[in-house]
């Protein structure tokens, strides 16, 4: 008997690790079925479209008036960097749209129409199926920003002939801006119905934009309360953050005024960010998805 129990243990972690990439592939599948993806599709194409359409322009208007390769001033790095900006924006904030939506009602509400009780029985059990479902909603979310983000670059290098100084990173900060996104949504599903849990994690994405938001008045006021205030707000959040370094690697290696003037990104100013703060945000990711999966062994189904 002895001997055996090894196998028998091997066989029952061989089947709950293919019964939870089952249940990943499940909720991707009822996405579809609810055509979340269509919907978000449909917004990305439409968003793509427009930033062509401006960036076009914009690029053509540099070009007509003269204001490449200034003095003072490179003007082809400001439009550029900050219409790419403005796109890193946009796929942050879809990315964050189809991250709440994959997770949207991921326990509350599948536990309330019963959909929850089946998929917890052993040997799954309740860990194993919350984290197989935030790996599905996170790895979809970061593939989608990532796609996003690089047909953004491809449409600005092409109409600009310009390029990012980092090109590479700074999609791998959206990535992680999103799997804390999706964190953040999985552990409020646990208490929240769904209608409820989709605002107040939209509410959290927006009180971390406001933080940057905060940073860059502060700055420019000069003032230490309100840079205190948006520092805390970034540890708390730290989806800011990684945007914040994401905007700052488009133009680590620029100098002069153009760095000064690039440096207030859209919608959050650009930071360095060091790897003590992307720890953190992978330690944050994994702390809330913890707590989640205990929050949820604790409730009654």
């Known amino acids: 008997m002895s001997a055996g129990a090894p196998a028998v243990a091997g066989g029952g972690r061989t089947r709950a690790l ?6 990943a592939g499940f909720a991707l599948a ?4 609810r055509r979340v993806f269509l919907v978000v599709l449909a917004l990305t194409v439409a968003f793509l479209a427009l930033y ?29 960097s900050t219409l790419f900006g ?22 509350r509400g599948d536990a309330e129409t019963g959909l929850l009780q089946p998929l917890v029985v052993r040997p799954i059990g309740r860990g194993t199926m919350l984290l197989a479902r ?26 600009g002939d310009w390029s990012p100084d980092h090109a ?25 119905s769904s209608t409820a849990q989709g605002i107040a994690v939209f509410m959290v994405f927006g009180a971390g934009l406001v933080a940057g938001l905060l940073g860059q008045i502060g700055e420019a006021l000069g003032s230490q309360t309100l840079d ?12 800011e953050a990684l945007y914040q370094g994401a905007l700052y690697l488009l133009t680590a290696e620029t100098g002069g005024l153009t760095a000064r003037l690039v440096a207030l990104g859209p919608f959050g100013g650009a930071q360095e ?15 809330v998805v913890a707590l989640a999966v205990a929050a949820f062994a604790r409730r009654d189904l």
């Open 18 to 23: 293919d019964g939870a990439i089952a249940i």
């Open 228 to 239: 205190r205030i948006a520092t805390w707000m970034t540890v708390a959040l730290p989806f």
């Open 86 to 107: 403005l796109a890193i924006f946009g796929t942050l904030f879809l990315g964050a749209v189809l991250a709440i939506f994959l997770t949207i009602g991921l326990v």
């Open 168 to 192: 590479i990173l700074p999609a791998l900060a959206l990535a992680g801006a999103v799997a804390i996104i999706a964190a953040i949504s999985v552990l409020a599903s646990v208490f929240l």
């Open 134 to 159: 935030y790996a599905g909603a996170a790895g979809a979310a970061a593939a989608y920003v990532i796609a996003v983000y690089a047909a953004a670059l491809v449409i600005t290098v092409a109409l």
């Open 30 to 33: 009822e996405s579809l079925r």
């Open 52 to 80: 062509a359409l401006g960036a076009g322009y914009a690029f053509d208007e540099v070009e007509r008036l003269g204001l490449v390769g200034g003095d003072l001033v490179d003007e082809r790095t400001v439009v550029g």
């Open 273 to 287: 960010i060091g790897a003590g703060a992307a720890l953190w945000a992978l330690a944050y990711a994994a702390v």
